[in-house]
């Protein structure tokens, strides 16, 4: 049995999801090498899987069970990469030609949720989130009750209100507003949802992830059984992965005449950054107590804006350029992955 209760954290960040795609490929290797077995996955080595929007996509496909040996996870990292690389991009594919824009366009979301459903229903199918292969968090934000709303495998396990199928869930994570249309969606006893995207509140959910496990691990002996109480941040360790966040300055004598519909795009940038950065703060914070820092591992990239690199533009130059900044990561961050990954192994 693992020394450590292991939690992986995955952001939103839509096409940037390539990213930590990119990242987990390293880090399944990498297991393989250390372990000499080529069967390893990442499922394997983590006890708990978060994920936001394009994290929680990424989540599902780590934890799918395979349809021929339903406990062991259907896809590789590297097959998880060309996935989300090569036929989640359809996603944000706009069905309209060349054209001007117009008045009606500010009425109507940016895409359909068409293509989405017909790519992650034909991965997906009718998977339940109960039959997910380790327990996971997936968040949303619930706007009839306006509450957030997690989606996690444990619960579903016990509870039919508490399970749904998962390409439902991961159409609720992902619906995020302006790009598309509210995710109305049904538990298995018919309750039903109203949700949008879960990077509104948490598009890190590693602090979720943090609280889920110090909660829920000490309720239920079929989750993890070496704790009388949940384990503590000294008896965890934490890996979180971010899509890039926009760091765009915005000098006093630019914004200080703004007004209401200035300040959207920069409005939009800084809460989303803002969130992002309190949760590694807090993380960081959290993990010093301990006197072991090392236990929790944040890696991230800075974009200079938000065209840098757009998050839904599915062209082979942008998705190139993504896939070569997550190449680009993952070198950077070789000594530091090296020496976190030991951590899975004691």
């Given at each position: 049995m693992p020394q450590f209760t292991r939690i992986l954290s995955i952001d939103g960040g839509g096409l940037r999801g390539i990213i930590p795609a990119e990242v987990l490929k390293y880090i399944e290797q990498k297991l393989q090498d250390f372990t000499g077995n080529s069967d390893v996955r990442i499922a394997d080595y983590f006890d708990l899987i978060a994920g936001t929007s394009a994290g929680g996509i990424l989540t599902a496909l780590y934890l799918c069970p395979d349809a021929e040996?339903?406990?062991?996870?259907?896809?590789?990292?590297?097959?998880?990469?060309?996935?989300?690389?090569?036929?989640?991009?359809?996603?944000?594919?706009?069905?309209?030609?060349?054209?001007?824009?117009?008045?009606?366009?500010?009425f109507q979301e940016k895409y359909s949720d068409q293509k989405f459903n017909q790519v992650i229903g034909n991965f997906f199918k009718d998977i339940k989130l109960s039959e997910l292969l380790k327990p996971c968090l997936i968040t949303s934000y619930e706007i009839e009750k306006r509450e957030a709303h997690f989606f996690t495998q444990h619960d579903a396990k016990l509870n039919p209100k508490d399970n749904y199928l998962v390409r439902d869930v991961l159409r609720a994570t992902s619906a995020a507003p302006t790009f598309f249309e509210v995710a109305q969606i049904y538990a298995l006893?018919?309750?039903?949802?109203?949700?949008?995207?879960?990077?509104?509140?948490?598009?890190?959910?590693?602090?979720?992830?943090?609280?889920?496990?110090?909660?829920?691990?000490?309720?239920?002996?079929?989750?993890?059984?070496?704790?009388?109480?949940?384990?503590?941040?000294?008896?965890?360790?934490?890996?979180?992965?971010?899509?890039?966040q926009v760091k765009?300055?915005?000098?006093?004598?630019?914004?200080?005449?703004w007004g209401k519909l200035k300040w959207l795009d920069p409005l939009f940038d800084i809460i989303m950054t803002g969130v992002a950065e309190t949760v590694d703060y807090q993380m960081k914070q959290?993990?010093?107590?301990?006197?072991?820092?090392?236990?929790?591992?944040?890696?991230?990239?800075?974009?200079?804006?938000?065209?840098?690199?757009?998050?839904?533009?599915?062209s082979e130059f942008n998705l190139n350029a993504i896939s070569q900044l997550a190449q680009q990561i993952t070198e950077q961050h070789r000594q530091q992955l090296d020496k976190w990954i030991q951590l899975l192994l004691v």
């Amino acid at each position: 049995m693992p020394q450590f209760t292991r939690i992986l954290s995955i952001d939103g960040g839509g096409l940037r999801g390539i990213i930590p795609a990119e990242v987990l490929k390293y880090i399944e290797q990498k297991l393989q090498d250390f372990t000499g077995n080529s069967d390893v996955r990442i499922a394997d080595y983590f006890d708990l899987i978060a994920g936001t929007s394009a994290g929680g996509i990424l989540t599902a496909l780590y934890l799918c069970p395979d349809a021929e040996n339903p406990l062991r996870p259907r896809c590789s990292a590297q097959e998880v990469y060309d996935f989300f690389r090569y036929k989640s991009s359809r996603i944000f594919e706009s069905d309209a030609k060349d054209y001007l824009p117009s008045v009606t366009d500010l009425f109507q979301e940016k895409y359909s949720d068409q293509k989405f459903n017909q790519v992650i229903g034909n991965f997906f199918k009718d998977i339940k989130l109960s039959e997910l292969l380790k327990p996971c968090l997936i968040t949303s934000y619930e706007i009839e009750k306006r509450e957030a709303h997690f989606f996690t495998q444990h619960d579903a396990k016990l509870n039919p209100k508490d399970n749904y199928l998962v390409r439902d869930v991961l159409r609720a994570t992902s619906a995020a507003p302006t790009f598309f249309e509210v995710a109305q969606i049904y538990a298995l006893n018919q309750d039903v949802y109203t949700c949008i995207d879960g990077g509104v509140f948490a598009n890190n959910p590693a602090l979720c992830a943090y609280a889920e496990a110090r909660h829920k691990f000490n309720q239920d002996s079929n989750l993890d059984n070496r704790y009388e109480t949940g384990p503590t941040a000294k008896e965890m360790v934490i890996l979180s992965l971010g899509t890039g966040q926009v760091k765009k300055k915005y000098p006093y004598q630019e914004a200080k005449d703004w007004g209401k519909l200035k300040w959207l795009d920069p409005l939009f940038d800084i809460i989303m950054t803002g969130v992002a950065e309190t949760v590694d703060y807090q993380m960081k914070q959290i993990f010093d107590t301990t006197g072991k820092p090392e236990h929790y591992l944040r890696i991230n990239t800075v974009l200079s804006d938000r065209k840098t690199l757009p998050m839904d533009n599915p062209s082979e130059f942008n998705l190139n350029a993504i896939s070569q900044l997550a190449q680009q990561i993952t070198e950077q961050h070789r000594q530091q992955l090296d020496k976190w990954i030991q951590l899975l192994l004691v």
